[in-house]
Antibody
Framework: QVQLKESGPGLVKPSQTLSLTCSVS??????????WTWIRQHPEKGLEWIGY???????FYNPSLQSRLTMSLDASKDQFSLKLTSATAADTAIYYC?????????WGPGTQVTVSP | EIVMTQSPATLSVSPGERATLSCRAS??????LAWYQQKPGQAPRLLIY???TRDTGIPARFVGSGSGTQFTLTISGLQSEDFAVYYC??????????FGRGTRLEIK
């Protein structure tokens, strides 16, 4: 059973960088050729795919967020991370870290991030 | 970007009966479609992928069907734990993969 858990600030000021980390159960992140994805859920807009990082370190981002987005993976720590620059209120959402490239079988519990002064 | 439209927005069904949820894609997604269940305060849970393949541990009362632009999730013999929000998601044309806005299945 793969377990994931998000961590990071729950409150981010506008124009600052939103940074989150996902901790994956020990050894799972490099146990196969897996993709590690971020998805967010807005109360009004629903579920939005942000992008993924592969266990090799390769990334692929949502074109609508690409210019502000960086994802990375640290296998030695069983973690992957997300950085979203120039945060606005539109980035307020629950952020989930997830295993999978195109459909998603393991999810973290989610973390609420609010962008507000 | 492919738009996924789910109907109805809310469906009221009695326990023990059958629920039929619909999902329509704005263009063909072949059978590259998944269904998720989300309960309050929880993350979504993968039920179905490939339009009709149940994920590991998903009960047989959950049946997915369809191809192209029209898909259905049928839940037979509804149990109390099945009342939740259900989302469809296409992964045929990406980036990005896209989700529907959900159908809330409530107890009648």
């Amino acid at each position: 059973q793969v377990q994931l858990k998000e961590s990071g600030p729950g409150l981010v000021k506008p124009s600052q960088t939103l940074s989150l980390t996902c901790s994956v159960s020990s050894g799972a992140i490099n146990s196969g050729s897996y993709y590690w994805t971020w998805i967010r859920q807005h109360p009004e807009k629903g579920l939005e795919w942000i992008g993924y990082v592969h266990s090799s370190g390769g990334t692929f981002y949502n074109p609508s967020l690409q210019s502000r987005l960086t994802m990375s993976l640290d296998a030695s720590k069983d973690q992957f991370s997300l950085k979203l620059t120039s945060a606005t209120a539109a980035d307020t959402a629950i952020y989930y870290c997830v295993r999978g490239m195109l459909n998603f079988d393991y999810w973290g519990p989610g973390t609420q991030v609010t962008v507000s002064p | 970007e492919i738009v996924m439209t789910q109907s109805p927005a809310t469906l009221s069904v009695s326990p023990g009966e059958r629920a039929t949820l619909s999902c329509r894609a704005s263009q063909s997604v072949a059978t590259n479609l998944a269904w998720y269940q989300q309960k309050p305060g929880q993350a979504p849970r993968l039920l179905i992928y490939g339009a009709s393949t149940r994920d590991t541990g998903i009960p047989a009362r959950f049946v997915g069907s369809g191809s192209g632009t029209q898909f259905t999730l049928t839940i037979s013999g509804l149990q109390s734990e099945d009342f939740a929000v259900y989302y469809c998601q296409q992964y045929n044309n990406w980036p990005p993969v896209t989700f529907g806005r959900g159908t809330r299945l409530e107890i009648k």
